[in-house]
């Protein structure tokens, strides 16, 4: 079936855009970097590393629990900063837990709702295409509580097969489903609302780490079907050091808190505590203020893009990069062939060359790629790759950067003659 | 012509020697470059205090796979003590060109992991940046900055 291609295009040019973000106009050897290492962690726009100066040029005091005027305009900025992102997933503010980044949000829920809830004999089910951060808590899980970890097979084109995971589900043992909405490591975009209809009707809790799809696309975490939604803040063109943790208010009310300290509580007796509403329950001791705030100006900036747009923009750029390097003789593309069906990201391999090395050639004309060992050990036997190299886009990305990653790639295959 | 991926180092990443097992061993190690991934074993047969012969087995960069095949006809005949007091400048001089930090760990692997089998450390060589801050290239990055 033929679907209208969405045409909603960004309000400024790609050039005003690329103006935002100060690290763009870099050289190195004469060279303009061509940062094409987005999915690893984005660039920041003026916007929001002016956002965390400001806040600490004018605005800086603790949250929380001071009368004066300064705490209150810290509360304002960095509770609007929750807002904002709050705004930009389409979750009320209160359902948003602020946390360190996606793997603190992942272990979040390994320590809280999964203790009390995957006990021996259960299964955690997780995929091949997993980000170590949504593969290592769970080892920790089901070592601790005599858990069995399972994994959900990727096919040749990089998908998930839904019968193997009826297939899974029907054996009646899985407590949580654990995926990534968009792979880091394929670029797949996976089903994720049958994922979770077809595991609540099993029975099963589920857990998408959205740390690559809240940066390149719209996303409303309550039409993912998701019970837990995980996502980082600095690859949303945010600052590092702050993540999301979302869920439903009723079952943030109800998981145990985290980790205790001083904002999680209500009161504190001899022996024992009463707990602070959520979202405060989960973050317990001084937040990472400066970094709320910068967030909030992240999430702005896409919102003022427009997401539909910052995803037709890098589906073009990456539709283009596909063709390109798919074009070079002795590459071989991981992850579905249809730039419509991904993220904004491409994981290759050129025969005869590492990517490591392959990395390092493209880094001498400024062109920044990532290369390393991003699929969990099963995928990894199976495609019998041990690394890839990734170029992965955002939306101040082009395809004249793409270009330049197609010489270095080429460069490097007549040096290694190839 | 470019410096690290010149023809030496190229012959040797392409056809590596001293890479099979050795079914006669006295040691052995192996281990990886956090990094990238590289891989990286060694099987070695001593004669009293010496190495006798020394295979190399991995996969990974040229820089670790190239490096392993340059040294090791060089570490054949050592001591383990002559072994112990190898560090960096061994490797860079045998490879005959400096190593920027980012590749240093692909260039002492195959040493670290002789050490290893010898010595029963799991450290990386010194020089190494974490081991051995150089001074020169921490003021050459600050200044950079």
Known sequence: ????????????????????????????????????????????????????????????????????????????????????????????????????????????????????????????????????????PWQLLCQEQGAELQYLRVDDQGRLDLAELDERLAGGRVRLVAVAHVSNVLGTINPVGEISERAHAAGAMVLLDGSQAVPQMPVDVKVTGADFYAFTGHKMIGPTGIGVLWARRELLEEMPPFLGGGSMIKAVEDDHSTWATVPAKFEAGTPAIAEGVGLGAAADYLAALGMDAVRAHEVEVTAYALDRISALDGVTVHGPPDAAERGSLVSFAVEGIHPHDLAELCNREAVCIRAGHHFVQPLRRRLGVPATARASFSVYNTTAEVDRLIGALENAKRIFGV | ???????????????????????????????????????????????????????????????????????????????????????????????????????????????????????????????????????SEVARLRNEI
Not at chain 1, 109 to 132: F, K, N, P
Not at chain 2, 42 to 52: F, N, P, S, T, Y
Not at chain 2, 89 to 103: A, D, K, M, Q, Y
Request: hydrophobic content about 40%.
């Open chain 2, 1 to 135: 012509m470019d410096q690290l991926y010149r023809e030496f180092i190229l012959d040797h990443y392409t056809t590596p020697r001293n890479f099979a097992a050795l079914e006669q061993r006295d040691a052995e190690f192996q281990d990886r470059n956090p990094l990238c991934g590289d891989e990286m074993g060694v099987h070695i047969k001593l004669a009293g205090d010496r190495i006798e012969d020394l295979r190399f087995h991995g996969t990974g960069c040229a820089i670790s796979q190239a490096t392993a095949s340059i040294i090791s006809d060089e570490l054949k005949g050592k001591t383990v003590a002559e072994v112990a007091g190898l560090d960096r400048n061994f490797v860079t001089e045998e490879i005959g060109i400096e190593l920027s930090p980012t590749r240093l760990k692909c260039g002492l692997l195959s040493l670290k992991v002789v050490q290893g089998a010898l010595l029963g450390t799991d450290e990386w060589p010194s020089g190494t940046p974490e081991q051995d801050p150089d001074a």
């Open chain 1, 1 to 136: 079936v033929a679907v209208a291609a969405r045409t909603a295009e960004l309000p400024r040019s790609v050039e005003e855009i690329r103006a935002d973000f100060p690290i763009l106009s870099r050289e190195f050897g004469g060279r303009r970097v061509a940062y094409l290492d987005s999915a690893a962690t984005a660039q920041k726009p003026e916007a929001v590393i002016e956002a965390i100066s400001s806040y600490y040029r004018r605005s800086n005091a603790n949250v929380h629990r001071s009368m004066h005027e300064l705490a209150a305009e810290a509360e304002h900025l960095y509770e609007g900063g929750r807002a904002k992102v709050a705004s930009l997933v389409g979750a009320p503010p209160r359902e948003i837990v602020f946390v360190r980044n996606a793997t603190e949000a992942i272990n979040l829920v390994r320590y809280t709702w999964a203790r009390e809830h995957v006990g021996a004999g259960d299964v955690v089910l997780i995929s091949e295409m997993e980000h170590h951060s949504n593969v290592v």
